[in-house]
């Protein structure tokens, strides 16, 4: 069934490359992708990212990180917390439509779906 959520997640977002959770420790859960894309290289980071993120922010703030957008040159990263885990996005920056903010709305509201399981 998580598969097949994603799926459906990356079909909804404009030039989807992948669609996939990984846990506050970087584990892969699940995932989808279109592309050749180091899936597992990509969630150990994005989560080491927004864990440091995270310890920062509750230095100055006690609150949690809920969503994370990175990009870089070929490739925009999105993210929402669902629990103590993240679904993750990969978006081809070369691809992408006009309507970035859709693909974020996308995936929050995406989210909601996996709020029972995590």
């Given at each position: 069934?998580?598969?097949?959520?994603?799926?459906?997640?990356?079909?909804?977002?404009?030039?989807?490359?992948?669609?996939f959770?990984?846990?506050?420790?970087?584990l892969?859960?699940?995932?989808?992708?279109?592309?050749?894309?180091?899936?597992?290289?990509?969630a150990?980071?994005?989560?080491?990212?927004?864990?440091?993120?995270?310890?920062?922010?509750?230095?100055?703030?006690?609150?949690?990180?809920?969503?994370?957008?990175?990009?870089?040159?070929?490739?925009?990263?999105?993210?929402?917390?669902?629990?103590?885990?993240?679904?993750?996005?990969?978006?081809d920056?070369?691809?992408?439509?006009?309507?970035?903010?859709?693909?974020?709305?996308?995936?929050?509201?995406?989210?909601?779906?996996?709020?029972?399981?995590?």
């Amino acid at each position: 069934m998580v598969k097949d959520e994603l799926e459906k997640i990356c079909k909804k977002l404009d030039a989807c490359l992948s669609v996939f959770i990984v846990d506050k420790d970087g584990l892969l859960i699940e995932s989808v992708s279109k592309a050749e894309l180091d899936i597992e290289a990509i969630a150990a980071e994005i989560a080491a990212l927004v864990k440091e993120i995270e310890r920062d922010n509750h230095e100055v703030e006690e609150q949690d990180v809920r969503f994370v957008s990175v990009e870089t040159d070929k490739f925009e990263f999105l993210g929402v917390k669902i629990g103590d885990n993240l679904l993750m996005s990969v978006i081809d920056l070369g691809e992408v439509s006009l309507y970035r903010g859709k693909n974020r709305f996308e995936l929050r509201r995406s989210a909601l779906k996996f709020s029972d399981f995590f």
